[in-house]
């Protein structure tokens, strides 16, 4: 079964550090998502992307973070200079349409822990 | 008013009990509804989807009623393999689908 893949799968990072957490979508998946969750709270979503551009984002996503498809299969998160309360796990997610009943499929995350 | 409310549990029920967790959503533009399971530190893997009908998959049956903003799941003869995480996830469409998940209800199933 196709399934999205993190990687790495936990960061430690010095606060002001850039971090670049990547992601590899189901391959047919046209709509790639990201979102976080800190320890012990709720699963927050960051941002969404179609064709080469972000359709959404959260009010989380500021100027520190960033997205990119740089080639046909990789979707990467970029946090610029990371700030202790950027610890978190990060989750990436792919669907094959924007529907809103459509599945989207969510990759085992990334633990980062920022010190 | 948090726009996905979950009672956060945890539920600790006996092994072949019935449990049933209730999720209320506050937009009413909202426009697909789903539950969703995660286990410790993992990530949230789709259980089912809720459709104004109501639906039935195996021992888990989700009900939905739009008019009170409402989202149910239902489990039947619970498995010690059913204890995790149980989130209600809410679907508001604009330019993209924006997911909006709930806290969660924690259930432990006991031998």
């Known amino acids: 079964e196709p399934e999205v893949t993190q990687t790495p799968s936990h960061q430690v990072t010095q606060m002001g550090q850039e971090v670049i957490l990547r992601c590899v979508p189901i391959?047919?998946?046209?709509?790639f998502y990201w979102y976080r969750q800190i320890l012990g709270q709720k699963v927050e979503f960051l941002v969404s992307?179609?064709?080469?551009?972000?359709?959404?984002k959260s009010e989380i996503f500021d100027d520190q973070f960033s997205v990119e498809r740089p080639d046909g299969s990789n979707f990467t998160l970029k946090i610029r200079s990371t700030k202790l309360e950027d610890s978190a796990m990060y989750f990436c997610?792919?669907?094959?349409?924007?529907?809103?009943?459509?599945?989207?499929?969510f990759g085992p995350g990334t633990r980062l822990l920022v010190l | 008013r948090k726009e996905v409310e979950q009672d956060p549990g945890p539920f600790n029920v006996p092994e072949g009990a019935t449990v049933a967790f209730n999720c209320t959503y506050s937009n009413s533009a909202s426009q697909s509804f789903f539950w969703y399971r995660q286990d410790c530190r993992k990530e949230p893997k789709l259980l089912m989807s809720v459709y104004s009908s109501g639906n039935e998959d195996g021992r888990f049956t989700a009900q939905l009623n739009r008019a009170s903003q409402y989202i149910s799941l239902l489990i039947r003869d619970s498995k010690l393999s059913d204890s995790a995480t149980y989130l209600c996830v809410v679907t508001v469409y604009s330019s993209a689908s924006k997911i909006i998940f709930g806290s969660g209800t924690r259930l432990s199933i006991r031998p």
């Open positions: 992307f179609y064709n080469n551009e972000i359709s959404e």
């Open positions: 391959s047919n998946h046209l709509y």
């Open positions: 997610a792919s669907s094959s349409d924007r529907k809103p009943q459509e599945t989207q499929y």
